[in-house]
């Protein structure tokens, strides 16, 4: 097998970073050495098959998108993004695993829903996958199927509070579901907003001839994602079950998570990027219909409340404890458009799986997180949560060969004609600018992105099959 040196980088850890190099055989890594180690006298660079240099930048384990929506059925339509088109664009942004979600719709069943999606990602992906499990219709037979999923590789299963009529599971459903959730070792995930609540505020406001963008964000007011993720944390604590709170928007949930945590209770949030740059007022409430890019579930919060800097905050103190995008891309033209003239039809979610590492960067650079924090958040802790670490999110040997190399020094600007790959007629992130560049990408030692050209190739990724969650992070 082929040997890669990845030599003058500086290593980036969750817990520390320093000058090493890195040796790659084949897939995996197998060892971190000082720079300029030697073998029987004779100098690395002049045995191994490959030598990257990376003077002056940092190595850093590939990301891991937690969160991602391809091809995912939605609103009358279908996430514009394929696994081959969603997972080219992860690995050009430096994410090297997706973990993206089977639906049950109801009267389906749990285990035909996944070959639908093994069936779908099989051959096309060009990073490594794996799946969450959606509940969408919790009954006698669906929760016998929980029982097989850890056997399949699946170590959690998602819940809504949220779209009654779609995949909307009530109290008595939650609790019957967490209950196995605690029995088999299912990490519980959950949509935690009031959807019957929210279904009439919808009505009242369309009543009244408010249709634009900005409504929805209106209709799903801070308050209904307060009180479901509190719900859903007292089920959580009633039954035992592990808790993972997913795309967390509001200060108040926030709030909510961390004094469960404060409790000792297993329970654990996400924030996307979205939620820490963008907002209501600027985005949402864009003219015309201009805000229908970013219209999304939870939906983007008030700037004037301050929820964007609590929650960068929350990720300082691991009141969150990371950052997935929640991709699940619309486009403007025949699918967005949908939408105009009654907000509640737009198809809900933004692309972001391209942007997530540079993103989280350009938070560094601005001093929000340190740069082992940028690592744990995107990467290790994603690892830990999910049942990958050790494999995934970590530089050391053993470990899969998922590495970026990042240049500080770099620049990048986002936008549909700038760096956008994602199967999109738009961009969420039109005009932002980056203090940093992902130069090179590697996917179990190949190396798929390299000084802003695609080696990649549909097939490449791989289904990883998760260990049980670990859930004290």
């Known amino acids: 097998m082929a040997t890669t040196l990845i030599t003058g980088g500086t290593v980036v850890s969750a817990t520390g970073r320093g000058a090493a190099d890195v040796l790659i055989d084949g897939e995996r890594i197998v060892a971190l050495l000082e720079p300029g180690s030697t073998v029987l006298g004779a100098n690395l660079t002049e045995t191994v098959d490959r030598v990257i240099d990376a003077t002056g930048k940092y190595v850093i384990p590939g990301g891991i998108d937690a969160h991602t929506h391809m091809s995912m059925p939605f609103g009358g339509t279908t996430a514009a993004d394929t696994f081959e088109t969603g997972t080219r664009a992860a690995a050009w942004g430096g994410t090297t695993t997706i973990i993206d979600f089977a639906v049950q719709k109801f009267g389906e069943r749990v285990q035909d829903s996944l070959q639908t999606w093994h069936d779908m990602a099989a051959g096309e992906c060009a990073i490594d996958y794996s799946f969450h499990q959606i509940i969408g219709d919790v009954n006698d037979e669906s ?43 299912l990490l519980t995930m959950m949509h935690a907003e009031n959807g019957p609540a929210i279904d009439v505020l919808v009505g009242q406001l369309l009543a009244q001839g408010k249709t634009d963008p900005y409504y929805h964000g209106i209709a799903r007011a801070w308050e209904l994602e307060e009180e479901a993720t509190h719900r859903a944390i007292m089920l959580a604590k009633l039954t035992g079950a592990p808790l993972y709170v997913v795309h967390v928007s509001a200060k108040q949930a926030v709030a909510q998570l961390a004094a469960a945590r404060d409790r000792g209770q297993n329970v654990f949030g996400e924030t996307c990027p979205q939620y820490l740059y963008l907002s209501l007022e600027d985005q949402l409430g864009a003219p015309g219909f201009e805000g229908a890019k970013w219209v999304c579930s939870t939906p983007l919060r008030s700037k004037h409340d301050h929820h964007q800097d609590e929650a960068w905050q929350a990720l300082r103190t691991n009141d969150l404890q990371m950052v997935s995008t929640d991709h699940c891309p619309f486009c403007m033209k025949g699918q967005k458009d949908m939408g105009i003239g009654d907000f509640s039809k737009i198809p809900n979610g933004i692309g972001s799986v391209e942007h997530r590492m540079d993103l989280m960067y350009q938070g560094v650079v601005d001093g929000k997180i340190s740069l082992e924090r940028w690592v744990e958040i995107t990467a290790t802790t994603p690892a830990r949560m999910f049942g990958l670490y050790g494999r995934k999110g970590v530089l050391a040997p053993g470990a899969d060969a998922d590495v970026v190399i990042y240049d500080p020094k770099g620049h990048t600007s986002i936008g549909v004609d700038a760096t956008h790959h994602m199967n999109m007629d738009h961009s969420a992130w039109e005009g932002y600018e980056i203090d940093g560049h992902v130069d090179t990408v590697l996917s179990r030692g190949k190396v798929v992105v390299d000084d802003n050209t695609y080696l990649g190739r549909k097939g490449d990724g791989r289904f990883v099959r998760r260990d049980p969650c670990q859930y004290l992070i």
């Open 143 to 185: 929760l016998r199927a929980m029982h097989e999923l850890p056997g399949e590789g699946i170590s959690s299963f998602k819940l809504f509070m949220a779209y009654p009529g779609v995949f909307y599971s009530d109290d008595a459903q939650i609790l019957r579901a967490m209950q196995t959730g605690a029995d088999t070792g």
